[in-house]
């Protein structure tokens, strides 16, 4: 049976856009969906966290927020993988952080870089990757979330650059590429987080993308 690694941030988790809401279910998150859509061909191992950047600490966390640090620990503890799926960088869009999508991408690409080498270090099979581009955000009365991302129109010029930048970013790597963008939208709520059926879709979509890349 092969292995997917997705790691992610809020969205990959399953977090509501409901303040105080209830986590999805498994079933819900999009890692739980490709699992599915796979016919249980695939095992998917979910690693997401709120508030992970690409590669850029954020000291207000208890936790370690940086993508770039805790990912070889768990490509190391998930091993051997056949495919990683990464969808980070709407948290680099906090102003405090990197603030534009095009450095969340540099971002991105220094987690592929990390994968790779990881793997090459030890001299076991390198996995392929695919690169996400993540939602978008949108308006919404909930101003402390929008705040977090520099408000509007900042997060939403932002957010609606992310395809482009990650797609030039996978042809120059040479990696997967998906834009969850087409298939799912946030939740007014907040608008950075998604509800049950748009977080599904993403899972839903990258069915493709995934059995092309695995041969399946």
């Avoid at 690693?47 to 992970?52: A, N, T, V």
């Avoid at 971002?107 to 996400?132: D, K, N």
Wanted: proline share 7%; hydrophobic share 40%; aromatic share 6%.
């Amino acid at each position: 049976m092969k292995t997917i690694l997705c790691y992610g941030d809020s969205i990959t988790y399953g977090a509501n856009p409901q303040p105080g809401g209830p986590r999805h279910a498994y079933e819900d998150r999009w890692p739980g969906a490709l699992e599915a859509g796979l016919g249980r061909q695939v095992r998917v191992i979910a690693e997401g966290l709120g508030g992970r950047t690409t590669s850029s600490d954020d000291f207000t966390s208890d936790a370690d927020r940086n993508g770039a640090h805790i990912l070889p620990t768990l490509l190391a503890s998930h091993a051997p993988l056949d495919l990683v799926v990464i969808m980070l960088g709407t948290n680099d869009l906090k102003p405090a952080i990197f603030g534009t999508a095009l450095m969340a991408s540099y971002g991105m690409r220094r987690l592929v870089q990390l994968t790779r080498g990881h793997f090459h270090m030890l001299g076991e099979p390198v996995p392929g990757i695919v690169i996400v581009s993540p939602p978008l955000v949108i308006d919404s009365e909930n101003a402390d979330m929008l705040g977090h991302f520099g408000g509007l129109p900042h997060a939403a010029k932002e957010s609606a650059e992310f395809a482009y930048h990650y797609a030039r970013r996978a042809a120059e790597l040479s990696t997967g590429f998906f834009d969850a963008s087409t298939v799912a939208r946030p939740d007014p709520l907040d608008g950075v987080h998604l509800d049950a059926a748009n977080t599904r879709a993403i899972g839903q979509g990258l069915v493709p993308v995934v059995k092309s890349m695995l041969g399946l």
